[in-house]
């Protein structure tokens, strides 16, 4: 844990506040005709990531799969995603 925890504090960086402000415009539909996988962060909950998760949930050609980890998942449980990531290619 001290380890991930150094690591974070030499890598990460603000995130710029525009990313939240500028309208995204698509110019193709969710996944562009690929096959979309949504991996929710369950663990513990963030409750205003619910909207999102709900919405993917609710999707019907989408596949919602959860792991039960916080919003880092490749910190946290990198071998876990990567097994995910691996099954849903």
Known sequence: ????V???QR???P???RGYEDRLRL???FGNGRKITYI???KPAYPPAKVMHDY????PSWQYLELPTGHNAMV???????DMLLRVT
Do not use: G, T
């Not at 844990?1 to 991930?4: F, K, L, R, S, V």
């Not at 993917?56 to 999707?59: I, P, S, W």
């Not at 946290?76 to 990567?82: G, H």
């Open 40 to 42: 929710a962060c369950v």
């Open 56 to 59: 993917a949930r609710n999707q």
């Open 11 to 13: 890598h990460l960086r």
């Open 27 to 29: 110019q193709h539909p």
């Open 15 to 17: 995130q710029p506040f």
């Open 76 to 82: 946290l449980v990198p071998a876990e995603l990567s």
């Open 1 to 4: 844990m001290q380890e991930d």
């Open 6 to 8: 150094a690591w974070l």
